[in-house]
């Protein structure tokens, strides 16, 4: 398992733009499928954003368009870029890498991701 911190959530009027990062422990951080996720009060916990191990990156319809996602192996953090933010966006934002290495996606599911971060909120107003 890796250990997982999210930063950069906040409040933002609608129109606006924010970027959360999240920043992972361990060596293996480039063999994890990764993924971002979101829960608005009285929700469920739905997907966002993906990043398979092996590159590329997936979203969800209701995002394609003005979020992306990305990863720096490097730096082992994944970054989720939100521009045009909506008020249903609104929600905890959470990172969350999968339950094992070398695991190929699109994960989609809650049950697929086995490391969660601590969430940070991302309120938009009208």
């Known amino acids: 398992q890796v250990q997982l911190v999210e930063s950069g959530g906040g409040l933002v009027q609608a129109g606006g733009s924010l970027r959360l990062s999240c920043a992972a422990s361990?060596?293996?951080?480039?063999?994890?499928?990764m993924g971002w996720l979101r829960q608005a009060p009285g929700k469920e916990r739905e997907f966002v954003a993906g990043?398979?191990?092996?590159?590329?990156?997936y979203l969800a319809d209701s995002v394609k368009g003005r979020f992306t996602v990305s990863r720096d192996n490097a730096k082992n953090t994944v970054y989720l870029q939100m521009n045009s933010l909506k008020p249903e966006d609104t929600a905890v934002y959470y990172c969350?890498?999968?339950?094992?290495?070398?695991?190929?996606?699109?994960?989609?599911?809650?049950?697929?991701?086995?490391?969660w971060g601590q969430g940070t909120q991302v309120t938009v107003s009208s």
């Open positions: 361990g060596r293996a951080f480039s063999s994890y499928t």
């Open positions: 990043l398979p191990w092996t590159g590329g990156t």
């Open positions: 969350a890498a999968a339950r094992s290495r070398y695991t190929s996606g699109p994960l989609r599911r809650v049950d697929d991701f086995g490391s």
